[in-house]
């Protein structure tokens, strides 16, 4: 009779914390969304930048300049949003043919992951530029490049990279935010008489 106490005991036990089991989980189970970060952007402000470099162009005053000593090379960084643009420039009158398919061609390596790939053209013939601007929509490396030339020798050729893994949901108010400074960039690039 002892034996049938104690199993009644563990019975009546282990059905109080079934019920407990099943009437605290009563609630279903709902799937959050990920979060994405907030960017709080700064108003759009520019100041010209004159460089060593025989170019010039507005900058945002929220960016910094860094020029690279013996090159021809410099870099837009905004360390707040871990993006940088990096600029490089080229005088070969006899090389701009393979300077413009060298963009193009870097660009459209972005296509396996790209969803899409949309070009802008500018002119500002009274300054000789002319530019395109490549947005790459989808997951990848870079998502905005662009190169300006005078048609005859100069170039000049960028693109925008964040410093985290990429992903177009999180990384678009930010790409859209930086792709307005890039166009800004287009439109005041002034070349420098050598």
């Known amino acids: 009779?002892?034996?049938?106490?104690?199993?009644?005991?563990?019975?009546?036990?282990?059905?109080?914390?079934?019920?407990?089991?099943?009437?605290?989980c009563s609630e279903p189970q709902i799937p959050r969304s990920y979060g994405y970060p907030r960017f709080d952007f700064p108003e759009k402000q520019y100041r010209l930048i004159d460089t060593t470099l025989p170019y010039s162009f507005e900058l945002p005053t929220y960016a910094r300049l860094k020029l690279y000593p013996d090159s021809m090379a410099q870099d837009i960084e905004v360390p707040a949003y871990k993006a940088t643009i990096y600029l490089t420039y080229y005088n070969r009158?006899?090389?701009?043919?393979?300077?413009?398919?060298?963009?193009?061609?870097?660009?459209?390596?972005?296509?396996?992951?790209?969803?899409?790939?949309?070009?802008?053209?500018?002119?500002?013939?009274?300054?000789?530029?002319?530019?395109?601007?490549?947005?790459?929509?989808?997951?990848?490396?870079?998502?905005?490049?662009?190169?300006?030339?005078?048609?005859?020798?100069?170039?000049?050729?960028?693109?925008l990279?964040?410093?985290?893994?990429?992903?177009?949901?999180?990384?678009?108010?930010?790409?859209?935010?930086f792709s307005k400074d890039i166009v800004h960039l287009i439109e005041t690039l002034e070349w420098k008489k050598e």
């Open 1 to 24: 009779m002892n034996t049938q106490r104690i199993l009644s005991s563990l019975l009546s036990i282990f059905l109080v914390v079934l019920g407990f089991a099943l009437w605290g």
């Open 93 to 159: 009158r006899s090389a701009l043919d393979t300077l413009t398919e060298n963009a193009r061609t870097l660009t459209y390596k972005h296509s396996m992951r790209a969803d899409a790939i949309d070009e802008q053209y500018y002119e500002n013939p009274e300054h000789h530029v002319y530019a395109i601007l490549y947005n790459v929509a989808g997951d990848v490396a870079t998502s905005v490049q662009f190169y300006a030339t005078d048609s005859v020798s100069r170039f000049l050729r960028g693109t």
């Open 161 to 177: 990279y964040f410093y985290c893994v990429p992903n177009a949901d999180s990384l678009a108010p930010a790409i859209d935010y």
